[in-house]
């Protein structure tokens, strides 16, 4: 049984920065391509960024593109993004999810398993 748990979220005031971890366990992580999605309240949710099972590869929605890093460290299973820059329009739960595959994808139907989500709030 593959499990995510997200963590690392919380409230944080515009222009501060986050850390967000999502730590896998269940399946050989190293092996398949991750990415963090993004829910906003009364919107759906959308792509934020993915990674290469490598770690070599990696893609940003165009919005986060120069303030947000995805990352991944192998060794302890977990994916990470880091959120600079932070504005109020980037408030939502934030998933990440796992492929099959090694290859990075942009569509949530790309992904197999998720977790349930952390919440990240910034005050204007």
């Known amino acids: 049984q593959v499990q995510l748990v997200e963590s690392g979220g919380g409230l944080v005031q515009a222009v501060g920065s986050l850390r967000l971890s999502c730590a896998a366990s269940?399946?050989?992580?190293?092996?398949?391509?991750m990415g963090w999605f993004r829910q906003a309240p009364g919107k759906e949710r959308e792509f934020v960024a993915t990674?290469?099972?490598?770690?070599?590869?990696?893609d940003y929605t165009d919005s986060v593109k120069g303030r947000f890093t995805i990352s991944r460290d192998n060794a302890k299973n977990t994916v990470y993004l880091q959120m600079n820059s932070l504005k109020p329009e980037d408030t939502a739960v934030y998933y990440c999810a796992t492929r099959t595959i090694r290859s990075m994808g942009r569509e949530e139907y790309d992904y197999d398993y998720w977790g349930q989500g952390t919440q990240v709030t910034v005050s204007s």
């Open positions: 990674i290469s099972w490598s770690g070599y590869s990696t």
């Open positions: 269940g399946r050989t992580f190293s092996s398949y391509a």
